[in-house]
């Protein structure tokens, strides 16, 4: 396995394990991916996880000397299933999908499919000196694990075609920058740790509800919006309000 998942105090500690390689992305390390993202919604008490990468590198990228050992399996890996994704894109939605927040430690290359792997979190914690890349285009093709849509949500349109079309390499320093990760660290997983545990001293319901909804309407109307907030909230203001009866005054 070079996708390792351990579970402790209802936090997640995910890790590409692959060292030797950058953790560049085999289609087996793909396919755990996905996986370990939908063994994790089924994993009671879950509060939070945090996705990083043993060694010298987040991830380099997608293996594709690796991949071109067996296209047919590349072709299979294309198509989408009822979930609307392929498994390449599977391997990076997983985590969105994931009803608890989810904490990139990122430092070293930041490459191609791990940036986009990066992506899928909610929150990135990157060291100054980590290397990024949307580097699929000097590779003669687009980002396809969901990178797009991703990328949309965080920057403006002229910066994503920007960093897609040049294939420049950009600092982590320059990522906070640009919007593309939220907080710079010399400790990236430390920091990525601490912050996870923040957020599991809080209610998991609200936590997961706040997710959903920043995810379901960050691009939808006001009205649309207020409707799922009202939704939301009435499901959780009987907790709320048994909580505050527990309360000691």
Do not use: Y
Not at 29 to 48: D, I, K, P, W
Not at 49 to 66: K, P, Q, Y
Not at 91 to 113: C, E, I, Q
Not at 186 to 215: G, N, S
Request: proline share 5%.
């Amino acid at each position: 396995m070079s996708v390792t998942c351990t579970v402790a105090d209802g936090i997640a500690d995910v890790r590409l394990d692959r060292p030797d390689k950058l953790n560049a992305l085999s289609l087996a390390m793909v396919r755990e991916l996905a996986a370990t993202g939908h063994r994790l919604r089924r994993e009671r008490g879950l509060r939070a996880v945090v996705l990083s990468g043993n060694g010298r590198a987040f991830c380099a990228g997608m293996d594709l000397g690796s991949a071109a050992r067996d296209p047919f399996a590349v072709v299979r890996g294309f198509v989408p299933t009822l979930r609307g994704t392929n498994v390449f894109q599977e391997a990076v939605w997983a985590w969105r999908r994931l009803p608890v927040p989810v904490v990139a430690a990122l430092h070293g290359p930041v490459f191609g499919a791990g940036l986009q792997l990066a992506l899928g979190a909610d929150l990135r914690v990157t060291a100054p000196d980590a290397r990024w890349c949307v580097a699929e285009i000097g590779r003669g093709l687009v980002p396809d694990m969901s990178g797009v849509h991703a990328l949309a949500q965080l920057v403006g349109i002229e910066t994503a075609k920007r960093l897609t079309f040049t294939a420049d390499e950009f600092s982590g320093e320059q990522a906070v920058a640009l919007g593309v990760a939220g907080t710079l660290s010399d400790t990236p997983l430390d920091d990525a740790r601490a912050l996870a545990a923040r957020i599991a001293e809080h209610r998991p319901a609200a936590v997961a509800a706040a997710k959903r909804l920043f995810d379901q309407t960050w691009s939808a109307g006001p009205r649309r919006t207020f409707r799922a907030e009202r939704r939301e909230q009435s499901l959780l203001l009987p907790g709320a309000m048994q909580n505050l009866k527990r309360s000691p005054r």
